[in-house]
DNA sequence: GCCTTTACATACTTATTTGTATGTAAAGGA
DNA sequence: TCCTTTACATACAAATAAGTATGTAAAGGC
């Protein structure tokens, strides 16, 4: 028995904790959107494709609990805030490369272009 | 724009294919579990914990039709069904691992015993 | 003759995830 | 004075995923 809880959710297998942390549908492009440093609210919203309000709050709230990521608020009118990595969420990058490869390769064997 | 659609589905970006193909609570210990060679239905379900009747041959069906696994069946009574992974499925062990590794560091990071 | 085994199937309900529409504060610009 | 910008927040609806309960065929054993 691998059964255990973890912020109030039961999880029988680390897929299941792994998945909590970059699955769904926005976690992984966020993730992959800050990889090369600090990024502000409305510019996440820019270069993620398709994304909405409250899905890119929401899913950030979440990454945000689990640590994954980091919030940064200036004090200005309008408002400023950041985004950035923690170690954990870095270390979560490698990780996604290797999925957004194997989701590149099922296109090239499915035949389908881009 | 990377979108494409694959199945009669949307997707935006090869991580969603991969999901697509990997993802949801059962797909991931349903190939693991034949990582090492044909399994039958039965046994499947013996190994794979919680997972009921209805999850598991909707999923086999599901990653039969993408390709992942193959179907082999015995005319014999009470019938008899084995399930393998295809080359595409063996190519998938390796991602999952990955993920699975991630989740136990997780749980390391997190203090979750097991 | 009835029970058990095996590998599904189907109808239906419940839970979870995602999306839509709309609202808010406060400062600066026209 | 009114409009715009920014970063959310909330109520609600729609879509998707997961789970429950029940049924089926056909042979062999008791």
Redesign the interface.
Known sequence: ????T?QGRLY????????A???G?WK??ILLALRKGPVRYGDLRKTI??INDKMLYSQLRDLEEKGMIQRKVYQTKPPRVDYMLTD?GK??IK??D???D??????E??G???
Do not use: D
């Open positions: 028995m691998t059964n255990f973890y029988y297998n680390p897929i299941e904790l792994a998945m942390f970059i699955g549908t992984m492009p494709p398709h954990l270390k979560s990780l996604i290797k999925i957004n194997f989701g590149e390769y099922l296109m064997v499915e389908i272009s881009h």
